[in-house]
């Protein structure tokens, strides 16, 4: 079955500070899609990245960069020079086929991190 | 672009009784996905609906049920509630299951509270 681990629970940081989140997965699949969303006191996730398991070139997007590694199966996210406004619970999903093989319907959640940014 | 909208924002209900929890999906996307998000967890799949059929299920009794209907939007329904289903209730939509890298895009959720 597949998993997804975060293993912080809660990290603090001070505006500016750079913050790695670390995720790591496990799938049986060779053929799977990572997320990471961003969840605000409001409730509603929002996207961030995803990544396809068969391209593991690693790429920054604006503050946002992640590390992906399929031999560690780990698929980290960094936020570099964080802001207050970054503060918000942070999940890592894994997205595969279903036992059909025909659609990848189903995410499955990390436990989440919770980021605090202090000014 | 409309985005998902949930509704309503928040529901309280005693236990056995039954709720009825609703989606509007964003629109250009024909599929929609539910989730249930225990206090400090992670959310879990609950179903995800396509063309109006159910298309793949999570670890949920049968008493949590769907609808979707041809607009794409869809309904949650849970009967004989339990405590356990205390929870947040997330709606999200997407280009379908075929499109294995769209991401979810979801709604602010609907808070279910079961005394």
């Known amino acids: 079955a597949q998993k997804v681990t975060q293993a912080q629970t809660e990290i603090s940081v001070v505006e500016k500070e750079d913050v790695t989140l670390d995720c790591v997965y496990e799938t049986r699949d060779t053929t799977y899609y990572l997320f990471w969303y961003k969840q605000p006191p409001s409730g509603e996730l929002v996207f961030l990245i995803r990544r396809n398991s068969f391209d593991e070139q690693n790429e920054i997007s604006g503050r946002y960069s992640w590390n992906f590694q399929k031999s560690t199966s780990s698929f980290n996210f960094t936020i570099t020079a964080s802001q207050v406004v970054d503060s918000a619970v942070y999940f890592c999903a894994l997205s595969e086929r279903n036992a059909g093989g025909t659609s990848y319907g189903k995410l499955t959640f990390g436990q989440g991190t919770i980021l605090t940014v202090h000014p | 672009e409309t985005g998902v909208t949930q509704s309503p924002t928040h529901l309280i209900k005693t236990r056995g009784q039954q709720v009825t929890l609703r989606c509007s999906s964003q629109?250009?996307?024909?599929?929609v996905s539910w989730y249930q998000q225990a206090l400090g967890q992670g959310p879990q799949f609950i179903f995800q609906?396509?063309?109006?059929?159910?298309?793949g299920r999570g670890n949920f009794p049968p008493r949590f049920s769907g609808l979707q209907f041809p607009n794409y939007s869809s309904e949650l329904n849970v009967n004989a509630l339990e405590l356990d289903d205390s929870a947040l209730y997330l709606c999200?939509?997407?280009?379908?299951?075929?499109?294995?890298?769209?991401?979810?895009?979801f709604g602010n959720g609907t808070r279910l509270t079961v005394t």
């Open positions: 609906y396509y063309r109006e059929e159910e298309n």
């Open positions: 999200a939509s997407s280009l379908g299951p075929g499109v294995p890298n769209s991401p979810l895009h």
């Open positions: 629109s250009g996307h024909n599929t």
